[in-house]
Nanobody
Framework: QVQLVESGGGLVQPGGSLRLSCAASGSIFSINAMGWYRQAPGKQRELVARITSGGTRYADSVKGRFTISRDNAKKMMFLQMNSLKPEDTAVYYC???????????????WGQGTQVTVSS
């Protein structure tokens, strides 16, 4: 059973930085895509950043401030968030589209989320 666990959220002042981590456990044969999403109160979940075989994509609202990265050997994914703004406040979720073995289909997996609050 694949599990994704986020960490690194917290309270930060505007202009500050946070680094989110996503640790994957379980059997993973192949990853098609991985990324970070967020959901603010009363709003729909939205894409923040995503890595696929075609490259990396960022939401316009975070371009130039956030950086997504991965460490395949450690089965980790990161989101470096700089110049944080109050509107970045949300629960952040990691997501991976992966196969657990060569005979399985690709499935979406989600972490439980980590709260990021940007406030003075």
């Amino acid at each position: 059973q694949v599990q994704l666990v986020e960490s690194g959220g917290g309270l930060v002042q505007p202009g500050g930085s946070l680094r989110l981590s996503c640790a994957a456990s379980g059997s993973i044969f192949s990853i098609n895509a991985m990324g970070w999403y967020r959901q603010a109160p009363g709003k729909q979940r939205e894409l923040v950043a995503r890595i696929t075989s075609g490259g990396t994509r960022y939401a316009d609202s975070v371009k130039g401030r956030f950086t997504i990265s991965r460490d395949n050997a450690k089965k980790m994914m990161f989101l470096q968030m700089n110049s944080l703004k109050p509107e970045d406040t949300a629960v952040y979720y990691c997501n991976e589209q992966l196969q657990v073995d060569r005979d399985s289909i690709y499935r979406e997996y989600w972490g439980q989320g980590t709260q990021v609050t940007v406030s003075s």
